[in-house]
């Protein structure tokens, strides 16, 4: 095990430097000259020339590579060309309502999500559980955008429930905390929902496919019964891969969902960045949330691992 963690770890390292030089040379080919942003349509050139040799953007690509790369392992992300403020800075100013999204959508969503699994594999191969495939199934492929809006149209526009825009100040009470999270949180939820619930149900459905869920039947456990004292256990491991795995999904969803709703978090920084092309904080964003993907996808392995299905056999 301890081998095939460092194996994974490696390659999970070597993946993060390949995305790193994507980024950076990703970031560099962006539509318009830096330092004529930055300085707005009336510079000069000799002003811009001034600045781009000021913020090094005037030596070789490769060059300015090394050197953002070796700030990144010193933890220096860099300053920000629009407003000079520290990168680092700015990470931890929004890091934190991101991951309040993203804990509060996990801690609703996984627990809705098994428990919608566990009864639709209570009725796999009838008529309601056709039916709620199909429903499952639409939600999981609808995009989040499409949510979004609609739920905004709905809640924010015609019912004035909710705020259309997610705002969340420094001295915001629990009450507005909850009033701009309920939008987002449930834009995300239904999709990651959707997801789990529908392999919680074909886990299940293998797993009570099993010779020994079937001599159980035959000596008359009632299905729940069999979940809950034998399937459940067999499929913790399963589970919790599927689980990560969604979790690492959602961070391509945060992306959306901040922009939807303006939600002050990191991959509304990472949007408006891009429009004006602050190269450090695209840079800094885009590789904080590689790197959250890829330690899930590096969670998600470890426990496949650990609990791998084809163990159930063994069981039988």
Known sequence: MLKFWLNRLVLAIFILLLVSYLVFWGSLVLPGD??????????????????REQLGLNKPAWLQYVHWL???FQGDWGVSLVTGTPVSDMLAERAGNTFLLAAVTVLIAVPIAITIGIFMSLGAGGKLDRLSNVFVLSLAAAPEFL????????????????????????????????????????????????????????????????????????????????????????????????????????????????????????????TDAVLSKDMPVIQACAMLFSAVYVLLILLADTLAKLYDVRQLDGHS
């Open 70 to 72: 070796m700030g990144v």
């Open 34 to 51: 830096v330092a004529e942003l930055v300085l707005g349509q009336y510079a000069t050139e000799e002003d811009a020339a001034i600045l």
């Open 147 to 270: 949510i979004g809006t609609i739920a905004v149209l709905i809640f924010a526009v015609k019912l004035k429930w909710l705020p259309a825009i997610s705002y969340l100040g420094t001295n915001s009470s629990i009450e507005q905390i909850a009033r701009a999270l309920i939008l987002p949180v449930s834009t995300l939820a239904i999709i990651v929902s959707a997801q789990i619930a529908r392999m919680t149900r074909a886990i299940l459905s293998n797993i009570l496919g099993q010779p020994f869920a079937e001599m159980a039947a035959l000596k008359g456990l009632k299905k729940m019964t069999i979940i809950k004292k034998h399937a459940l256990l067999l499929a913790v491991g399963p589970i919790a891969n599927v689980v990560a795995l969604n979790v690492a999904y959602m961070v391509s969803g945060v992306v959306v969902v901040e922009t939807i709703f303006s939600y002050p978090g990191l991959a509304r920084l990472m």
